[in-house]
């Protein structure tokens, strides 16, 4: 898109106006008319390239610009982990790899032992997916154990989030990387370094005190429910070995291809080094597609052939995955349309023309745009890929390094985050299953997220500084 030429020069002051609308005009349809995300962030990347002098001729190819790009690269990761977690989830894997963290910690720190194993099941899991799946143990332990309620489930619940949050594959850190151009092994290590700690502190430390303070019953809201037959089929209950194989498989085939490719940055000629027969062939078996794609095979077959499973219920169990990320997907990948829509309109360098007057860092501005959208509508995933794209321009006239690019993207991420609340599905999820009304909700949860995004971004921070520091 770099030959387009606009139909009229709108001026940096005109771009940010139209920036401005754009965005109120997507947070208008979503909140105010419920129009689904998707088509609210298509409709709105139509009119924004209408209004900024984009030929009509050439509206299909703009819009195209960054939904190709963002969408090829997102799709692969986010089915691939849905369809791990899915694997992990059916076989019963998840409620053994808990009942051996509550073996090992003890009744009395169960809470910590149901993080850790919602934080190790946070890597291929969704937030929503991974917190339903987990419920029922949050129930079987806070009944075994007694006192609070809230004081087990807040940990895990903050565990499934801050993965969802900051780590690769899950599709807001993916999205981000993929529309900064991050490298998201990198991201993915540094986003390690952000969750845990935002883990601990929200969800452990100050979660456990927050829960302590309400007296909850432990919910009902699952009594009854019965597993379908495919499901039933396919549970087997393996051993926790083999699903740290399956969690830890993909974290170190993806770590193999990122210190590779920082062993090649201090070569005397790095490309030569890439070109090495063994070094290409191992960095490939490192790209996250690749490395996630291998889990899934792997967790074929020590999940469902090596269990006596018959192809076609792991294909059913495997397929069963796709179906609820569908939105979730094209939702990110409109969000990448829209940010390519405002690419080719030249905003990126009104907003860096717009924050270089105002001496805003890049990093800063990335967060609180974020913390805003999220804020204003709702979804952290609609904040976190507008944010980026309204940013995208200004991260790459800048000249930051690897280390500086994905601190920002871990800086965004920590404003999608931010202070969840009745515009909020996530929101509504956790009041029901922890038997919560709106305002406990609001004095628990939305304070932990806005703790969360608080952390987050502050780790973010230290991270960019030593980046700079390093490059």
């Not at 099941?121 to 029922?136: H, K, R, S, T, Y």
């Amino acid at each position: 898109m770099e030959d387009l030429v606009l139909q009229w020069d709108l001026g940096t002051a005109g771009l940010l106006l139209l920036a401005a609308g754009a965005v109120a005009f997507l947070l208008v349809l979503i909140m105010a008319l419920k129009v689904h995300a998707f088509l609210a962030l298509m409709l709105t990347s139509i009119l924004t390239a209408i209004a900024a002098g984009i030929p009509f001729s050439r509206l299909v190819e703009a819009l195209g610009f960054g939904f190709n790009s963002t969408l090829g690269t997102v799709m692969l990761l986010v089915a691939l982990g849905a369809m791990l977690g899915r694997m992990i989830e059916a076989s019963g894997g998840a409620k053994v790899l808990s009942d051996a963290m509550i073996a090992r910690f003890g009744e009395h720190r169960a809470g910590l032992a149901l993080s850790v194993a919602s934080l190790l099941m946070g890597f291929p899991i969704f937030f929503d997916a991974g917190l339903v799946v987990m419920m029922p143990i949050i129930y079987a332990v806070a009944r075994r154990v007694g006192g609070s309620f809230l004081s087990v489930a807040f940990p895990a619940a903050i565990a499934f989030s801050a993965m969802h949050i900051f780590v690769p594959p899950h599709p807001g850190p993916v999205s981000a990387s993929a529309i900064y151009g991050a490298d998201v092994g990198l991201v993915l290590i540094l986003g390690l370094v952000v969750a845990i700690p935002v883990w601990y502190v929200a969800g452990v430390v100050v979660g456990s005190r927050i829960g302590n303070r309400l007296d909850i019953p432990v919910p009902t809201i699952l009594e009854g429910r019965r597993d379908d037959d495919d499901v039933e089929a396919f549970r087997s209950n393996p051993s926790v070995g083999r699903i740290l194989l399956l969690l830890l498989l993909p974290l170190v085939l993806i770590l193999l291809n990122t210190s590779l490719n920082m062993a090649a940055s201090v070569q005397p000629d790095p490309d030569a080094f890439r070109a090495e027969p063994w070094v290409a062939i191992l960095r490939s078996l490192g790209e996250t597609p690749v490395a996630l794609l291998i889990t899934v095979f792997v967790s074929m077959a020590v999940l469902g052939w090596g269990m006596g499973k018959s192809g076609s219920l792991i294909e059913k169990i495997s397929d069963s995955a796709l179906g609820p990320i569908c939105s979730v997907v094209l939702v990110t990948g409109a969000g990448g349309m829209f940010g390519g829509v405002l690419r080719s309109t030249g905003i990126g360098d009104a907003v860096a023309e717009s924050l270089n007057g105002i001496g805003l860092p890049a990093i800063v501005a990335a967060f609180l745009i974020a913390l805003i959208v999220r804020v204003a509508q709702g979804s952290a995933t609609v904040a976190l890929t507008t944010a980026a794209s309204l940013m995208t321009g200004v991260v790459a006239a800048g000249e930051y390094n690897p280390i500086e690019i994905a601190a920002i993207v871990l800086a965004t991420a920590a404003g999608s985050v931010g202070f969840s609340h009745v515009n909020d599905s996530g929101f509504w999820l956790v009041s029901r299953f922890f038997g919560m009304d709106m305002k406990q909700t609001l004095s628990t949860w939305t304070v932990l997220q806005g703790l969360m995004a608080v952390l987050g971004f502050a780790l973010a921070g230290v991270i960019y500084l030593v980046g700079g520091a390093l490059g």
